[in-house]
Structure formats: C-alpha cells, structure tokens
C-alpha cells in the first residue's frame, strides 16, 4: 500500500472506533496519523524499510507496528477485526448528510438502526427528534438526505468513473482484435455525473473482445454476454457496458453512442434536411431509415460526419444542444481549455490545514509543471473542523511561504509561491479583519455555513464581494456532487456584484464540485 491507502485505512480505523464508542483520544489518534501520512514528502515504503516510522509526529510502537504491516502486507487484521464487529450497515450511515459518528452510534444503542433501510422509518414516526443531540430540524434534515441519497443512487461522479474506465480503455486498447476504441455516453461528454459507462470499440473479431471485456480485473458481475454486447458491474457499483462494431459503422456507433440525447435529435433532422439519413449504423444517401452499406456515405471519422451535415466538428463535451449549432455552421466554436493552458491556481489548500501536501512538495510540483504561479489559500480559523488558520498560524505561513518563494528566487525562477487565505464568510462579515486580509496576494471568500434564508446568504456574498480585499468568491453554489444541493441564493444578484466590484468568480475544478 502506498501512503494514500494506508492513510485510508487509518482513517477508517478511527471512525469505527468513534462508533464503538472507544476514548476520544484514541481514535483522534488514527486521524491524526492518517493526516500525517497524507502530508509526507518522501515514499512511505523508503520510511518503513529505513525503520524511521518512530520519527513521525505521534507514531508510537502500536501505530507503528500497523502502518509497517499495511505497507509491506497490504493488508491489516485489526482493521478487519474491527470492520467485522460492527453491523456492515452502520458505517454507511455516515454517508447521510449530518449524521457523523456520535449520532450514529446513538442510533444504533437507542434505536437498533443498523443501515441505511431501517433510517427512514423511525424519522417519519419522529422517534428520532426525541434523541439527545437531534431534534426536529436534524430529523427533518436526515430526511431530505435520505430522498436526497436515493434519487441519485445509481449515479457517480465523473471521477469515480474516470478510474474505473481509463485502465479499461488502455487495456481494450492494446488487444489484437481491436482496430479502434473509445468511451462514449455522459463519460465521454466530460458530464459533472454520470449513470454508467459507456465503451466502444471496432473489431472484425467481436467474441474475443467481448469476452476480454469480462474478464477484465475491476469486473465484480457480469450482466449480460452476449456476440456483440456485454454489461457488467465495476467497483464502486458503476454498470459498464460494451458494444463491439465494424469499423466502418464505428464513426456514426461512436457519435451515436456519445449523445447527448437532445444533441443528436438535431444531428438527424439536419441529415434529413439534406436528403440523408443519419443512424448508429452510418448516414445514408436515402430518403428512408436503412442499414444499407451501397448508400452509406465514407465517413472515416467523426468529423466527416459533421462536416457532411455543414457543421465544424462540435467536441463531444459541447454536445447538449445549447447552441453548439449555431456555432458549428458559422464556424465560431469556442475552443476548449486545455490543462496545458493553466498558469497556476489560486485556491488551494496545505498540510497547515486539511490538505496534504508541504508548501515545499507543492511548489515543487507547480514548478515542475511549468506553471508561472500557485497560491496557498488553506481554510480560516472559523473552519476549525479543517483546522483552519488563526491569525498567529496565519503570520508564520506567510513567513514559510516568502522563504520558498525566496529559495525559488535564488535559483533565477520566476514561479512565484503566493500567500493567502479562504477566509470564511460570517453572519456578520468576514472571519478576518481587512488589516490581515490586506498582508495577503490573494483573497478566497466562501460561505460554509449558509442560512435557509435565499436573501440572507445572497446579502453575505453581495457584502463579501464588495470588501475591497476580497479577490474572489470560492465554490459559488456550495454543492457537493451526489451529496449535498447547492444552497439558495439569488445568483444575478451575486453576478451584478462582481461584475460591480470586479471580484472573480472561481470556477471550482474539484471534481466532487464543478
């Protein structure tokens, strides 16, 4: 295991101890550990084999002992003991937005609620308002996460799917009977969350693909095996499904497949338009649906399609019918950012807070991607559960950063390391004064703790964006993809405010945010 799994384990470690009921300072132990490792810059295994485990912060001969067995075993049974000792239900819990260690063990001793399907029923009686620590708003609030839950239970973020597919994809890729291959659907259009995975691939052999696919290490269940299609259920529960075709069908399979829905409504009335037919199968000079390859017009890719139907070639994450077509005929497509276009990064956070990395790890690896500049805005003090900065914490990374700036300097680098801050945004104004905000090159303000009123959080993201020291508003909406809705606001009215004031308006690229 490297640093991150071991990290995982150790965490989880500490919450099922948390819901064993075990002494705080125990479990607090785990976490800090696991946040420990996170924050290392050297290989975990180099520290193990070099027996210098005992020189972390708060590693005793216990810790030890564990993280040596992860690392050199990748396996650990205390951690399978402890796992085993409690319902498997109970830990899924704290997947329900408000619900963390404490309430749920106390659910678990006064109510017997074990899992996720024994839940609902006992708020809709209101037995769960009447526990110490609840009441009726966070009976009422387990409530909306639980519909909330369920509406998108078979949904994933477009990361987790990302893992899923890419080791697929190469490996689909490096097969003999595979001419060409891509993934298609929602995950090929780069949407925030997907259903399921979508391959597609072109092959004059389709059985010895399809039963490749299969075989593939991540595939926990095989739906469906059949000549030309197959479905299966990857990690993580994400269904992933193949089509094999030939490979002259493969360009019109692949836009076809990519979709979107709406996207490809217009796509055939266009083709009709021009006396065409356009199908998964191939755009046909008729006036009828077919599957008649004499009247298949050549299309050796996607592009040619488009360019038949007098269109620029739209990129798959343009097409949802939101005006791509009218670009596409004036040849006045947006081009897409690449990463390759990104000068630096102005939110982010350090191991000072509740990211994991050194200032020196991160602006090593900001510099080594040839960007000009990053900046290290770790949480303000009223974000304590990510032990976030008092102004004192606040002095002394200032100080850190102007050093590595400075060792970068020496060396004739022009990166710059930036100070800064995510400063909370408070019922009553900012959680740092303007005389420290104004020491700071950049200013992240975001609200964390929003109000159920829509005009009281509009009114603090108005007055955060009209502090002269505020640079940017952060993860605007406060969403969380699959767990948490975005919160009220009036969102012109914040817009108009920034544009007034000039403040940016950050574009979140944390996958779990967009």
């Given at each position: 295991?490297?640093?991150?799994?071991?990290?995982?384990?150790?965490?989880?470690?500490?919450?099922?101890?948390?819901?064993?009921?075990?002494?705080?300072?125990?479990?607090?132990?785990?976490?800090?550990?696991?946040?420990?490792?996170?924050?290392?810059?050297?290989?975990?295994?180099?520290?193990?084999?070099?027996?210098?485990?005992?020189?972390?912060?708060?590693?005793?001969?216990?810790?030890?002992?564990?993280?040596?067995?992860?690392?050199?075993?990748?396996?650990?049974?205390?951690?399978?003991?402890?796992?085993?000792?409690?319902?498997?239900?109970?830990?899924?819990?704290?997947?329900?937005?408000?619900?963390?260690?404490?309430?749920?063990?106390?659910?678990?001793?006064?109510?017997?609620?074990?899992?996720?399907?024994?839940?609902?029923?006992?708020?809709?009686?209101?037995?769960?308002?009447?526990?110490?620590?609840?009441?009726?708003?966070?009976?009422?609030?387990?409530?909306?996460?639980?519909?909330?839950?369920?509406?998108?239970?078979?949904?994933?973020?477009?990361?987790?799917?990302?893992?899923?597919?890419?080791?697929?994809?190469?490996?689909?890729?490096?097969?003999?009977?595979?001419?060409?291959?891509?993934?298609?659907?929602?995950?090929?259009?780069?949407?925030?969350?997907?259903?399921?995975?979508?391959?597609?691939?072109?092959?004059?052999?389709?059985?010895?693909?399809?039963?490749?696919?299969?075989?593939?290490?991540?595939?926990?269940?095989?739906?469906?095996?059949?000549?030309?299609?197959?479905?299966?259920?990857?990690?993580?529960?994400?269904?992933?499904?193949?089509?094999?075709?030939?490979?002259?069908?493969?360009?019109?399979?692949?836009?076809?497949?990519?979709?979107?829905?709406?996207?490809?409504?217009?796509?055939?009335?266009?083709?009709?338009?021009?006396?065409?037919?356009?199908?998964?199968?191939?755009?046909?000079?008729?006036?009828?649906?077919?599957?008649?390859?004499?009247?298949?017009?050549?299309?050796?890719?996607?592009?040619?399609?488009?360019?038949?139907?007098?269109?620029?070639?739209?990129?798959?994450?343009?097409?949802?019918?939101?005006?791509?077509?009218?670009?596409?005929?004036?040849?006045?497509?947006?081009?897409?950012?690449?990463?390759?276009?990104?000068?630096?990064?102005?939110?982010?956070?350090?191991?000072?807070?509740?990211?994991?990395?050194?200032?020196?790890?991160?602006?090593?690896?900001?510099?080594?991607?040839?960007?000009?500049?990053?900046?290290?805005?770790?949480?303000?003090?009223?974000?304590?559960?990510?032990?976030?900065?008092?102004?004192?914490?606040?002095?002394?990374?200032?100080?850190?950063?102007?050093?590595?700036?400075r060792s970068y300097a020496a060396e004739g680098s022009d990166f710059r390391l930036l100070t800064g801050i995510e400063v909370d945004i408070?019922?009553?104004?900012?959680?740092?004064?303007?005389?420290?905000?104004?020491?700071?090159?950049?200013?992240?303000?975001?609200?964390?703790?929003?109000?159920?009123?829509?005009?009281?959080?509009?009114?603090?993201?108005?007055?955060?964006?009209?502090?002269?020291?505020?640079?940017?508003?952060?993860?605007?909406?406060?969403?969380?993809?699959?767990?948490?809705?975005?919160?009220?606001?009036?969102?012109?009215?914040?817009?108009?405010?920034?544009?007034?004031?000039?403040?940016?308006?950050?574009?979140?690229?944390?996958?779990?945010?967009?």
């Amino acid at each position: 295991m490297d640093k991150d799994e071991v990290a995982a384990v150790l965490s989880e470690i500490g919450t099922l101890l948390e819901l064993k009921g075990e002494n705080p300072f125990k479990t607090r132990a785990y976490h800090n550990a696991a946040r420990v490792l996170e924050g290392l810059t050297e290989p975990l295994d180099k520290i193990v084999a070099e027996n210098r485990l005992g020189e972390l912060k708060g590693f005793g001969e216990a810790l030890q002992d564990k993280v040596a067995r992860l690392v050199t075993t990748g396996s650990l049974p205390y951690h399978d003991e402890l796992k085993a000792s409690l319902p498997p239900g109970l830990p899924a819990l704290l997947e329900v937005q408000g619900l963390g260690p404490k309430k749920v063990k106390r659910l678990h001793d006064e109510l017997g609620i074990d899992s996720m399907e024994k839940l609902e029923a006992p708020c809709q009686a209101g037995r769960i308002a009447g526990l110490e620590g609840c009441g009726e708003k966070s009976q009422a609030k387990i409530l909306e996460a639980i519909a909330f839950k369920r509406q998108f239970a078979s949904r994933h973020c477009l990361i987790d799917a990302l893992v899923c597919a890419e080791p697929i994809l190469e490996s689909l890729r490096g097969h003999p009977d595979v001419v060409r291959c891509s993934t298609a659907g929602s995950l090929r259009r780069w949407k925030e969350v997907i259903g399921d995975i979508d391959f597609l691939v072109s092959s004059r052999n389709p059985a010895a693909v399809i039963g490749f696919f299969v075989a593939q290490p991540g595939v926990q269940t095989v739906l469906a095996h059949g000549d030309t299609k197959a479905s299966v259920i990857l990690a993580g529960g994400i269904q992933a499904d193949l089509r094999v075709v030939g490979d002259e069908e493969y360009p019109f399979a692949l836009a076809y497949f990519t979709g979107s829905k709406e996207h490809n409504i217009v796509m055939r009335q266009r083709a009709i338009a021009r006396g065409l037919r356009l199908n998964e199968y191939g755009l046909f000079r008729s006036s009828e649906e077919t599957r008649d390859p004499a009247l298949r017009v050549d299309c050796r890719e996607e592009r040619d399609i488009f360019e038949h139907l007098g269109l620029a070639y739209v990129p798959p994450e343009l097409r949802e019918d939101h005006g791509e077509f009218a670009a596409a005929e004036s040849r006045r497509l947006p081009r897409l950012v690449e990463w390759t276009d990104l000068r630096g990064s102005l939110h982010n956070h350090s191991n000072w807070a509740d990211g994991r990395d050194s200032l020196e790890a991160i602006a090593a690896h900001a510099h080594e991607l040839g960007l000009d500049y990053w900046a290290i805005t770790d949480h303000s003090r009223a974000s304590f559960q990510a032990n976030g900065l008092d102004v004192r914490r606040l002095e002394q990374q200032i100080e850190a950063v102007a050093a590595v700036h400075r060792s970068y300097a020496a060396e004739g680098s022009d990166f710059r390391l930036l100070t800064g801050i995510e400063v909370d945004i408070l019922k009553d104004g900012l959680d740092f004064d303007d005389g420290v905000l104004a020491r700071l090159d950049v200013v992240v303000a975001s609200l964390h703790v929003p109000s159920s009123d829509a005009l009281e959080n509009t009114r603090r993201l108005v007055r955060a964006a009209e502090n002269p020291q505020v640079h940017q508003l952060g993860h605007l909406s406060g969403r969380l993809l699959l767990e948490r809705e975005a919160y009220k606001f009036d969102l012109p009215a914040v817009l108009k405010a920034c544009a007034d004031t000039g403040t940016w308006i950050e574009l979140n690229a944390s996958p779990y945010r967009f």
